[in-house]
Every structure is written in C-alpha cells, then in structure tokens.
C-alpha cells in the first residue's frame, strides 16, 4: 500500500510528501477558514459552523462511487508501543463494515516534521465515502485540541495525528487539519473550480489573494 500511495503521489502530485500545510506543498489547492475564530469552540454557532463547512466540503470532493484512501499519520516516539496502535481506533469507530478493516495497512515512516526520535505510524484503509462515518469522524477531528470524549488521542496531548481523505479516482486531497482550516488540494486546476465558486466566502482570507490569483482567471 505505501507503495501504492507512493505511486498516486508521484503520478498526479509531483511527488508530494503527505504532510501538512498541504496548501503550501501543492500547486493546485484552496485553504478554507472552517470556525469562526473569534468565538468560543463549543459555542452553538461556531459548531453548527464547522459542521456545515467540514461537511459541505468534504461532500464537493468526494461522491458515492469514488474511490478512497482514509488515511491516519500518528506522530509518536519510537519506543512507544502502546500509542503506536491507537490511531486504529479510528477504524473501529468510524468504519461500519469491521470486514473492510482487515485491509488496513499500517507502515512506520521517518516522522513528518524531521525529529529524530519520533516515528510516524501510517495506517491506510481502501474504502469508499459511505464506508465511513465521516460526519462523526469531522467533527471529532475539529474537536483534536479540546477535552471532549470524541478525542482520538485523548491523554495523551503530546502526541500528533492528520487524517487525510484522498480521492483516487478525481485525484483530490482532503485535510481538515484542526477546528480552524481545511486544505484541498487537486491534480488539476479544473476539478478546483466548484470548490472555489460554491464555497468562495469560506476561504482563508490570509491565503485569499493567492487562491484568487490562480482560480479567479
């Protein structure tokens, strides 16, 4: 699999390395403002906010029939043999049918952000979008940095995760990378352009200029 991963990245990304800010990294991507960053994570309108958004992206990338890699990246110390495992908790929880997850892959890799003695520890799950339970799992990626029962890594605060959703048939990338932002990234400019016309008041105005510059002409 991490061969496969390997290949689909060089074929259609230029050999991208799968790691975040994946915005910066590609040559087609749009960066979204997902909470409302003044206000309070738990407050009702900053949540029905990140629901709206996380979901209302993720359903432009990825349709029913498209196929999927769901992928979790823990960044962990190498001796940790108890943490190294709890990313497939994702797959328990968030994955309906417990046949499919005998096809997840796991995979150690050199640790994302060049530290010596951490690890990352990949797991790779083929699936489709209604495999998952992506709603539930969005909501508890933009929970990640707040005590909240949904937390992948709770208690242990020190470590890292990104989930990624990759669309290998349309050949997009999905990152929603904390409550805050989302990156999407594409292959082709073209299969940006709903994305930048539908959600163009959801863009990151940081980035907006940028973005603006290769999509609006």
Request: hydrophobic share 35%.
């Amino acid at each position: 699999m991490k061969d496969d991963l390997s290949h689909f990245l060089h074929e259609h990304f230029n050999s991208l390395k799968l790691e975040p800010p994946l915005f910066y990294s590609s040559q087609y991507g749009i960066r979204f403002e997902i909470a409302i960053p003044w206000m309070e994570h738990e407050d009702n309108r900053n949540l029905r906010q990140i629901e709206k958004r996380s979901t209302g992206i993720f359903n432009q990338v990825f349709q029913a029939g498209d196929d999927m890699l769901l992928i979790t990246d823990f960044h962990c110390k190498k001796n940790d043999q108890f943490l190294q495992k709890r990313p497939a908790k994702v797959y328990q929880k968030y994955i309906k049918n417990k046949k499919l997850r005998l096809s997840l892959q796991h995979k150690i890799i050199p640790n994302a952000f060049s530290e010596e003695e951490m690890v990352t520890h990949r797991f790779i799950l083929p699936c489709k979008k209604n495999d998952i339970r992506y709603e539930a799992l969005l909501a508890a990626i933009s929970y990640e940095d707040f005590r909240h029962p949904t937390n992948i890594l709770k208690g242990f605060p020190r470590n890292g995760i990104d989930i990624y959703f990759i669309n290998t048939t349309r050949k997009m990338i999905y990152h929603l990378y904390d409550d805050r932002g989302c990156d999407v990234i594409a292959s082709r400019k073209e299969d940006l352009l709903p994305l930048y016309h539908d959600f163009n008041e959801w863009i990151l105005d940081y980035d907006r200029e940028e973005i603006d510059g290769v999509f609006s002409r």
